[in-house]
């Protein structure tokens, strides 16, 4: 299901990068002033200039995990009020990554413990951000040609 980006401005975009039923995390550095310091997050960040939020959502991905994923690969979006930008809008997408994309992340200064995660696990974990959980759940209600994620 991907909800149709109508040019209105938002604040960012969290892909959810989803392989052989696992997720692409990373952990949050724990510094005081930023938002959900230690917790598991996933790849994503603010917008830059005029990018839509696959756009975001993607060239995050690379600057976080060296990562460069077409945007045809992205198969779920939709827009929910911003985590951290109160009366603004964000985007959470979903994208299916290879074991070989995996092979190659390089990841970047943001953070540390990049990881793949089971879903079950991701869903599950008390140390993670409990919107990002949410919308996953919403994702994985959604069939992907015949199958769950």
Request: aromatic share 8%; glycine share 12%.
């Amino acid at each position: 299901m991907i909800t149709p980006w109508d040019g209105a401005d938002f604040a960012g975009a969290k892909l959810a990068a989803l392989v052989d039923g696992h997720i692409l995390t990373y952990r949050r550095d724990n510094k005081p002033g930023i938002p959900w310091p230690g917790l598991i997050d996933l790849p994503g960040g603010g917008r830059e200039g005029d990018e839509s939020p696959a756009l975001c959502a993607l060239r995050e991905l690379h600057e976080e995990f060296g990562l460069l994923l077409p945007e045809f690969r992205i198969w779920w979006a939709r827009p929910f009020p911003a985590m951290d930008a109160p009366g603004r809008t964000g985007w959470f997408l979903a994208a299916t990554i290879t074991q070989a994309e995996i092979a190659a992340i390089r990841f970047g200064d943001e953070g540390h413990s990049p990881q793949l995660l089971g879903l079950g696990a991701f869903l599950a974990a008390s140390d993670a951000i409990a919107p990002l959980q949410q919308r996953l759940r919403l994702v994985m209600e959604t069939p992907r040609n015949g199958a769950v994620p």
